[in-house]
């Protein structure tokens, strides 16, 4: 396995488009897990699954964000109506759960709205 | 959720070893202290984990004192390759069952000098 996937991992769009992304995880995790960064701060947490369960949102999160994550495997995060302020890093990550917090990252998203 | 308080930024030459000390003074009972690492356009990546005491890997010590209120992580002998930001995270737990979040906070700039 060659850990985690994010697809694309650049992304210019113009303001009020919708726009998706693809996570696919380390095979054998049954947690995943997408982040937003933006210059300067850490990762902030979004959402959060248990195979296809979506068990956290964050309070912050807007409607605007929805994740899904279908099958248990890869997940999709959907941001519609963009906004400038949308721009950031969108990270995914996976784990195999338990009482451990390592969580493996993939390279993620950048999202610049214009 | 529990905060996390680390240095801004920490300088250090090479083939010293770096100690970056943590504050998490609202710490829960049963929260692990988790450190990542990130170079810049990466995600983070899991560096050690620990819940008292002491914990060694391959690449680094965590100290953890007994009211673990602090945590310490330790680099021996440090090369340019380990200028990156280092994260302190307390694991939290979520709102949902067996379900947590990760808060990273902004992160200890380290910067080796030749």
């Known amino acids: 396995d060659t850990g985690v996937s994010q697809d694309p991992r650049h992304k210019i769009t113009k303001r009020g488009q919708n726009v998706t992304f693809r996570c696919d995880p380390i095979?054998?995790?049954?947690?995943l897990y997408w982040y937003r960064q933006t210059l300067g701060q850490g990762p902030e947490f979004l959402t959060y699954f248990q195979n296809e369960a979506q068990l956290e949102k964050s309070r912050l999160l807007s409607d605007r964000f929805s994740a899904e994550r279908p099958k248990g495997s890869f997940s999709t995060l959907e941001i519609q109506r963009t906004e400038q302020g949308d721009s950031a890093m969108y990270l995914c990550?996976?784990?195999?759960?338990?009482?451990?917090?390592?969580?493996?990252f993939g390279p993620g998203t950048r999202l610049t709205v214009t | 959720l529990a905060k996390t308080t680390q240095p801004i930024s920490m300088d250090s030459y090479e083939g010293q070893e770096v100690n970056i000390t943590c504050s998490h003074n609202?710490?829960?009972?049963?929260?692990?202290i988790t450190w990542y690492q990130q170079f810049p356009s990466q995600g983070p990546r899991f560096i050690i984990q620990?819940?008292?005491t002491k914990v060694t890997n391959e690449v680094a010590s965590l100290f953890i004192p007994a009211d673990r209120k602090s945590s310490t992580l330790s680099l021996p002998r440090v090369s340019l390759s380990d200028t990156a930001v280092y994260y302190c995270l307390v694991g939290a737990r979520g709102t949902g069952a067996g379900s947590y979040q990760l808060t990273f906070g902004k992160g200890t700039k380290l910067s080796v000098i030749p």
């Open positions: 620990g819940y008292k």
């Open positions: 609202n710490i829960a009972t049963n929260d692990y």
């Open positions: 095979s054998e995790h049954n947690r």
């Open positions: 990550a996976s784990s195999s759960g338990g009482q451990s917090y390592e969580q493996y």
